[in-house]
Nanobody, 125 residues
Framework: QVQLAESGGGSVQTGGSLTLSCVVSGDIDDGRCMTWFRKSAGPGRQAVAA???????EITGDRKGRFTVSKDSAKNTLYLQMNNLKPWDSGIYYC???????????????????WGQGTQVTVSS
């Protein structure tokens, strides 16, 4: 069984920073792919940042230059460093993991089997 646990969310003002953490436990090795998603009003979850099983990284949309995704294999933890936050960055942030046997990384929520419970991020203007 695989479990993911996010933490680090909170309330900040525009321009502030937060670092989200996602601790992974269970029967999934370091060769997994992981992606951060955001859920706001409306259906579905939007991909924010992906870390491929080959170490490749992808940040989506206007988050490029503001967000950074990284991992600490020794701690089995995925991070999302978010700087210069905007009100539209608000939402519930989820980390997702999968063995990704058919692709290196993914921005598609349907590709992921394992999900955390989410952590709330609120950015006020």
């Amino acid at each position: 069984q695989v479990q993911l646990a996010e933490s680090g969310g909170g309330s900040v003002q525009t321009g502030g920073s937060l670092t989200l953490s996602c601790v992974v436990s269970g029967d999934i090795d370091d060769g997994r792919c992981m992606t951060w998603f955001r859920k706001s009003a409306g259906p579905g979850r939007q991909a924010v940042a992906a870390l491929g099983r080959d170490g490749s990284k992808e940040i989506t949309g206007d988050r490029k230059g503001r967000f950074t995704v990284s991992k600490d294999s020794a701690k089995n933890t995925l991070y999302l460093q978010m700087n210069n936050l905007k009100p539209w960055d608000s939402g519930i942030y989820y980390c997702a993991a999968d063995f990704c046997t058919r692709w290196t990384r993914s921005l598609d929520e349907a590709a992921f089997k394992y999900w955390g419970q989410g952590t709330q991020v609120t950015v006020s203007s």
